[in-house]
């Protein structure tokens, strides 16, 4: 069976999602995605006992953060799944994607972007 999912989301494969930090997830809207979701095992399923569970409260902590410093915590999700379904990962992939391009592009990358053409027009000036 081949699914395809949008071809702007990257992967990021981890052993648990148990190893997702809250400053990981951070540094991602910093470095420019507009939107990250964690796909991880189904609760209660974990092959690391708790992993997906320290995952979920560590996405629900970095929500609030996103929320406090503008970003907007809608930004980021997480989602239960096995293995198994495939057709369930696509559908969120193309659920976030769609969600993410009605939100727009996150708001430090229009930061981002203006930061940079400030130099040239100070350049420019001098």
Known sequence: MRLSYPTNIKIVKLPCTG?????YLLKTFQNGADGVYV?????GDCHYLTGNLRARKRVE??????????VGGDRLEMY?????QAPRFVE?????????R???????????????VVPEKQAEQN
């Open 19 to 23: 190893k997702i930090d809250a400053v």
């Open 61 to 70: 902590y970095v929500k609030k953060i996103l929320d406090e410093v503008g």
């Open 102 to 116: 009605n939100l727009g592009p996150s708001p430090l990358n229009k930061k981002q972007t203006a930061d940079a």
């Open 80 to 84: 239960n799944m096995s293995a198994a």
């Open 39 to 43: 796909a991880g095992c189904m609760e």
């Open 92 to 100: 969120v992939a193309n659920e976030m994607n769609e969600k993410i």
